[in-house]
Structures are given as structure tokens and as C-alpha cells.
């Protein structure tokens, strides 16, 4: 057990090895999922349909148990009893895919509060935790408003704003953007960019390749309950065959990158990781050609 | 949802429920204790008018919440001021008056109404949660305010899957013929039963992921001016009940 424990890099924070897990109905969610998050990282989990994604989240936050293999946070394998899942649920917050899944006060401020006072805090720190999470989400000016009456970004952002009043050290999110208007997609990419500035792992699900590619330090591929490649996303345009293995495209910005480098307007070593950063390279490029004339 | 949108929409949102919810009851005390019925009437009316006047809920929606009530009240004193009298010999139905009807008819419907304005003040101008948040620091048990919560949210949650579910069997002509109508209605039922069981599932689920293992806790709403506003209830409480003991 202990040499388990220090051959297992500190840098891991979370670690699932050889998760096997079939649901009552016999349908297979995951087939033997390993897959390693980096402490204070940012990761993306990338699959189709079905893939096995939400069934991985719900193992990372102990709602489900694997029927074979381990899963480790922190170093120690995971205890299943009851303070054990305590203390795990405590550290590892997890936003579900649907909010109506997870809101289940009538009232915002209720609902964000239902986490910390379930960790046990008095009334004036659930009360500033409520205060200041709402306002990482931009949703200050509802925190006495009904569930009922918010659009569906909304309760979303409620939803994040839940998990955050728990100061989690490891948020999952399960495809946060989904639903999401493109200014509210923007405004929580900047919270998400809040929150790794204070060190907190971020690993979330989603489908838009472009933004995993742009956003993450490190990619994960699910297919049919498996991660069949872990990187860095620098390194993502080298999986190209993977990634349509999974009906995926490369990014935008890659595709583009390449046909400037084949008409030598972008040198080799150039990877820009969105377009706006391509743009730039191309003008300071350009400006540099220019004083050299 | 009637009730619902003036209950958020109302100029006392804002009001501390407590006062509010004093204010109900002592309209309701005043109501009983009126001793006739003209005195009940005035102190229905002075209800209504502050629901109306003073939380500014609109009176037309006020008079279409209250109709079904009314209705109904309308109907139970009708049967009180009258008595049949059905008599099997001579095969006839006699019809008449009550001896004193009219009176026991105007006592009993005035202080309904005296009461039915309390009770409609406090559900128009107070949102459930506020009102669950109050029961709660009137130590009501947990279980109970728990399930009103739940209630309360799945209302919604379900509506909106009723709402869904039909609009997606329309919109593919599943009420086209009277006999798809049976049939999309068996369909409605069998697919809510099962979102039933899923969404208490799901819930339950959700409820673990954020380490709950008791009962439910929430934070109460404050109410910055909570103090003053119980003051002013309590005037105007008393001065309602005050009214109705001196109008004999
Ligand atoms: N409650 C359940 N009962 C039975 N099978 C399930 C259940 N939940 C998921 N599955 C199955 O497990 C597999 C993995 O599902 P999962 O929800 O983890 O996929 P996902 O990657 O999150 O997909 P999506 O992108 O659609 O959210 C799927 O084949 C699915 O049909
Ligand atoms: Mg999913």
C-alpha cells in the first residue's frame, strides 16, 4: 500500500486505473477507463454520445463504485465509507450536465447554499460563500429569485455557482457550454480562467474540439468507455487519425496553420492555439518582414 | 401560476414575510371577532384594499384568483339559506326560506369573506419560499418543509415536462383523431411515471454529489428592514382587530 502510494507522482491529484463499470441494465459504461488529471491543471474530456463521460464524473465524486479496478485522489485510493465519501465529495465538486438535475431548492440563494451548510459551516460563512460564488457567476442580482422563473444559462451558472460555495479543489464540470449563449460561454470561460488562476484543477467534458484546443492543458479521449489517448494539447494536430476515429475534425486554427506553413507565411514551429492568437503571429510576422526591408 | 406571478411581482416583495404573515393572521382574528356581518364586510374590505391599493396586485387579477372561492362560497350559503323540505307521502318538494337564514347567510358569508382576504393577501403578496422560510424559524418540522420544497420545485420541473411532451406529440399530429388523443395521453402518462421515478433518482443523486446525508438546509432569505416591518404590521394588525371588537 505505501509503495503504491510513492510510486504515485504527488502531481496527480486524481488517478482512475483499469475502471470497469456495467450498469443494471447491463450496458457497458466504462471498460476499463484509466485516466490521470495533473493537479492545478486544466483538462478537457473529449467522446461522442455515449462514450462514457458522465459515467467517468460519477465515479471521480463517488456516485458510482467501479466494479473492478481502483481510483485514487491524492494519492490514497478511495474510501467508500461513509466519512470516506465525505471527505472525497468535499474536495471534488461535480456540475451536472442538466441543471434541472441538480437544483432542488425553489430559490437561487437556497440552492447554493444546501452544499456548504452539508460541509457543515455556521450561517455567516454559508452566507459570504453564497454572496461571493454568485457574484463569480455574474448572478448576484438573483439570489433571491425562483429556479422556475431563470432561462436555462442561468440555472446553469446556478448550478456552477452551487459547487464553487463548496471550494472544491478538483471542479468537474459535465459540458458546461452546452446551452450556453456565446456571450455567457465567454463570461464563464473567464470564471473557469478565475478559478485556475487560484489553483483549483479544472477537468470538463464538452464537444467543441476548437475550445478544448484553445482552453486545455491537457486532452482526454473517451470511445466506448475507455480513454484511448491522453496529451498535451500542443500536441493535439499529431492525433488527427484518433481524433476522427471518434468523428471528430482538428481544429479550425490547425487546419489553417498548416496551409500557411505549406505557403511558408507560418514558420514550423508556430502552434497557435485559436485564431485570434494565429492573427497575431501572422502580423508580428509580417511587421518583422516589414522592418527588415 | 396566477398567484405565483404576483406573489414576485407585488411592491411588497420585499416585506419581511413575517409581518406579512402577522398581518394575515390578525385579519384573520378580526374576522372572527366581528360581530355582525357589516362589520366582518368592512374588515374584508380594508384587506382587500391594502392587497390592492397597497401591494399594488392588480385588482382584475385580484377579483380573478378570488372567483373560484367566491364561487364556491356563493354556493355554500346559498344551501344554508334555504331548506328542503322533500315530503314522501304527498310526493312533493317544498322549497323555503330557513326560518333565520338570511342572517345566519350574512354572518357566516362575511366572515368567510373577512377570512378569504386574509388568506389572499398573504398568497398574493408573499412567494412560497419566503413562506417556507418563515414556517422554518417557526420551528415547523423539517420533513414537512422538505417536502413542500420538493413539491414546490418538481411543480415546475413537471409542468414544464407535461408542457414538453405534449407540444413534441402535437407537433408529430399525436392529437390529430379522437383516437390518437387516447392514445398520446396513455403515452403522457407512461412517460411522466417513468421521469417521475428518474427525476427522484436523479435528485437524490445530485443531493449526494454535494454531501448531503440529512436532512435538507438552505440559507434564509434576510429582509433588510424585517424590524420596522413587523412595528407596522403589528399597528395595523391590532388596529384591524382593535376595529372589529369596537364596531359592535
Ligand atoms: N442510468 C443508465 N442506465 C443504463 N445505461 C446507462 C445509464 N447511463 C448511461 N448509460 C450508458 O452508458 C454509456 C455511457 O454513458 P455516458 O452517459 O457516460 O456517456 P456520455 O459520454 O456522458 O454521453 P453524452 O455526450 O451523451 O453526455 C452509454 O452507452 C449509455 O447508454
Ligand atoms: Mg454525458
Known amino acids: 500500500m505505501m509503495s503504491t502510494m510513492n510510486e504515485r507522482p504527488t502531481a496527480t491529484l486524481l488517478a482512475l486505473d483499469q475502471i470497469r463499470f456495467a450498469y443494471p441494465d447491463g450496458s457497458i459504461g466504462l471498460d476499463g477507463c484509466s485516466l490521470a488529471i495533473r493537479r492545478g491543471s486544466r483538462n478537457a474530456l473529449l467522446g461522442a454520445n455515449g462514450s462514457g463521460k458522465t459515467t467517468v464524473f460519477h465515479h471521480t465524486n463517488g456516485l458510482l463504485r467501479p466494479q473492478s479496478g481502483q481510483i485514487w485522489y491524492a494519492g490514497q485510493a478511495i474510501d467508500y465509507s461513509r466519512s470516506g465519501l465525505r471527505r472525497l465529495r468535499s474536495k471534488v465538486g461535480l456540475v451536472f450536465q442538466n441543471p434541472d438535475h441538480q437544483i432542488f431548492s425553489a430559490s437561487v440563494q437556497e440552492d447554493v447554499s444546501f452544499g456548504p451548510y452539508n460541509l457543515g459551516l455556521d450561517d455567516a460563512t454559508v452566507r459570504e460563500r453564497v454572496a461571493a460564488s454568485l457574484l463569480a457567476v455574474g448572478m448576484s442580482g438573483f439570489a433571491d429569485k425562483a429556479v422556475h422563473h431563470l432561462s436555462f444559462g442561468q440555472k446553469k451558472r446556478v448550478c456552477i455557482a452551487g459547487v464553487l460555495a463548496m471550494e472544491p479543489e478538483l471542479l468537474i464540470l459535465d459540458e458546461p457550454m452546452a446551452g450556453l449563449d456565446y456571450r455567457m460561454q465567454e463570461e464563464l470561460l473567464a470564471v473557469l480562467d478565475g478559478l485556475h488562476a487560484r489553483g483549483i484543477t479544472l477537468l470538463l467534458a464538452t464537444h467543441d474540439i476548437d475550445f478544448a484546443y484553445r482552453w486545455a492543458d491537457h486532452i482526454h479521449l473517451m470511445r466506448a468507455g475507455r480513454c484511448v489517448a491522453s496529451l498535451d494539447a500542443p500536441r493535439l494536430a499529431d492525433y488527427a487519425g484518433q481524433l476522427s476515429a471518434l468523428g471528430l475534425p482538428l481544429p479550425a486554427v490547425i487546419a489553417l496553420q498548416h496551409g500557411l506553413m505549406r505557403r511558408g507565411l507560418l514558420a514550423v514551429e508556430q502552434r497557435p492555439r485559436s485564431c485570434a492568437e494565429l492573427l497575431t503571429m501572422l502580423e508580428t510576422a509580417r511587421l518583422g518582414k516589414g522592418d527588415g526591408n | ?248
Open chain 2, 1 to 248: 401560476m396566477l398567484i405565483e406571478e404576483s406573489a414576485y411581482s407585488n411592491r411588497w416583495r420585499k416585506v419581511s414575510p413575517a409581518a406579512k404573515g402577522l398581518f394575515a393572521l390578525a385579519a384573520l382574528v378580526a374576522a372572527f371577532a366581528a360581530a355582525t356581518p357589516v362589520t366582518a364586510f368592512i374588515i374584508a374590505a380594508l384587506v382587500a384594499g391594502a392587497t390592492v391599493g397597497g401591494a399594488q396586485v392588480a385588482p382584475g387579477r385580484y377579483f380573478r384568483v378570488a372567483l373560484p372561492a367566491l364561487i364556491f362560497l356563493a354556493a355554500g350559503c346559498l344551501s344554508l339559506a334555504f331548506s328542503i323540505d322533500w315530503n314522501i307521502t304527498r310526493g312533493d318538494l317544498l322549497i323555503q326560506l330557513a326560518p333565520d337564514g338570511l342572517h345566519t347567510v350574512a354572518a357566516v358569508g362575511a366572515r368567510s369573506l373577512g377570512a378569504l382576504a386574509a388568506l389572499l393577501f398573504l398568497a398574493l403578496t408573499t412567494p412560497l419560499i419566503d413562506l417556507v422560510a418563515l414556517l422554518r424559524r417557526l420551528r415547523t418540522p423539517e420533513a414537512l418543509l422538505d417536502i413542500m420544497v420538493l413539491c414546490y420545485r418538481m411543480l415546475f420541473v413537471f409542468s414544464t415536462a407535461v408542457h414538453d411532451t405534449v407540444t413534441a406529440q402535437s407537433a408529430r399530429l399525436g392529437y390529430a383523431t379522437p383516437r390518437l388523443v387516447i392514445r398520446s395521453l396513455g403515452g403522457l402518462v407512461a412517460n411522466l411515471t417513468l421521469q417521475v421515478w428518474q427525476r427522484a433518482h436523479t435528485l437524490h443523486v445530485a443531493a449526494q454529489a454535494r454531501n448531503n446525508d440529512g436532512p435538507l438546509r438552505f440559507l434564509q432569505a434576510s429582509f433588510d428592514n424585517a424590524a420596522r416591518d413587523l412595528k407596522i404590521a403589528f399597528a395595523a394588525g391590532a388596529a384591524l382587530v382593535l376595529l372589529s371588537l369596537w364596531l359592535r
